[in-house]
């Protein structure tokens, strides 16, 4: 299995997992298209040979900060380590762009995914302000900025 860009080609497919897994979110792939050229989002996928196993999305907000979205693995190809690498990429990713702190959302009752997320860093921050879905969602951060304090007597 490897960690790869997504180019246009994958997009249809990607789509498709997006509105089976999250079908509350409106996306087109004219969408998905603007945001990548417009440098807001980008996309990772999981692959064996050519088949497309899961994805996963980076998206920048401000300066220094990115949200994870639609982490995605194919329902028979789960259990094996392929979202806790396409994250693992995706981390690094974010740090080699300076980003100091990423958000995500995940529903509460998500166990595979939290555990995947505190696995990395990622810590409860609180609700989200509404429901998704009819369910109650987590707000999740991982703050990368203490990576490089200085000690408190240097001033
Ligand atoms: C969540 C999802 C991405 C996980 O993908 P995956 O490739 O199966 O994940 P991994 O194999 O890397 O890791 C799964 C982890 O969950 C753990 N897990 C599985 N069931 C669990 C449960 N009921 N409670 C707690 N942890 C659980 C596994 O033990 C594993 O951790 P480990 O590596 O320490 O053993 C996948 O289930 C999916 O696509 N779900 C639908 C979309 C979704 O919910 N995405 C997340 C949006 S925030």
């Known amino acids: 299995m490897k960690i790869e860009n997504c180019t246009e080609e994958d997009l249809p497919e990607i789509i498709s997992l997006i509105n089976q897994e999250f079908p509350y ?17 980008s ?5 064996e040979g050519k088949r497309l196993l899961g994805f996963i999305e980076a998206e920048f907000l401000e300066e220094g900060i990115a949200r994870i979205n ?3 693995v194919k329902p028979g190809e789960r259990n094996q380590g392929i979202a806790t690498a396409l994250v693992e990429h995706t981390l ?20 595979e995914a939290k555990s995947i997320y505190r696995q990395k860093g990622f810590k409860f921050i609180g609700l989200y302000h509404r429901e998704i879905d ?6 999740m951060e991982l703050d990368l900025s203490g990576e490089e304090e200085k000690p408190s007597y240097v001033s």
């Open 25 to 41: 979110v409106s996306i087109s792939i004219e969408k998905i298209r603007k945001k990548i050229a417009d440098g807001k989002i």
């Open 43 to 47: 996309l990772f996928k999981a692959v």
């Open 70 to 72: 639609g982490v995605t």
């Open 92 to 111: 690094e990713f974010l740090k080699k762009r300076q980003v100091k702190r990423i958000i995500l959302l995940v529903k509460q009752g998500n166990e």
């Open 134 to 139: 009819q369910a109650v969602v987590e707000e």
